[in-house]
């Protein structure tokens, strides 16, 4: 299957895992979102890694734009998968092992490494979180709820997507 067809039902599918499965698990806290489990942004992960970075920044906008339209959220979504299409290649050029990466891969655990896939998804996740909690909230004075926000919807958002790779683990 070529690779834009894997990419495209991926895409699809991650959206409708998002919208109708994950949305509906998290803890409030006062009418307050404190736990959140995002498990799309593995499609922006997932991405081959010679992807255009305008390309790549494009496509982390759309998808965080179709989840912002599930979600009614205000664009919120699109910031922070946004954020992650741009800092992916450096995110990835810092990860680089010493023989460099094959050509044209996807970053799956079976294409590198479990290690190296596990601690990619995690700074990506953590970043995720960190700023789909910084634009959400949006007030310094509750920087300790970020904090606290951003580390537990990490954790838990980390643990399903590295599940996921192993339940699944795509191959190419």
Not at 22 to 39: D, R, S, T
Not at 96 to 115: A, H, M
Request: hydrophobic share 60%; with cysteine.
């Amino acid at each position: 299957m070529s690779i834009y067809r894997v990419n495209i039902i991926r895409f699809i599918l991650l959206i409708f895992a998002q919208v109708f499965i994950f949305n509906f698990f998290g803890i409030k806290w006062n009418a307050v979102p404190f736990i959140e489990i995002y498990i799309f942004p593995l499609f922006i992960l997932l991405l081959p890694l010679r992807t255009p970075k305008n390309a790549l920044i494009l496509i982390s906008f759309l998808m965080g734009l179709v989840i912002d339209i599930f979600n009614n959220s205000p664009g919120v979504n699109a910031g922070a998968a946004t954020l992650i299409g741009f800092i992916r290649p450096y995110v990835i050029y810092y990860l680089q092992p010493r023989g460099g990466y094959k050509v044209n891969i996807s970053p799956t655990i079976s294409s590198i490494t479990f290690r190296w896939f596990a601690s990619y998804a995690a700074i990506m996740i953590l970043v995720y979180c960190f700023t789909i909690s910084l634009l959400d909230i949006f007030q310094f004075k509750l920087f300790h709820y970020i904090l606290l926000r951003t580390f537990l919807s990490g954790l838990v958002s980390y643990v399903i997507v590295m599940i996921t790779m192993i339940v699944f683990n795509p191959v190419e």
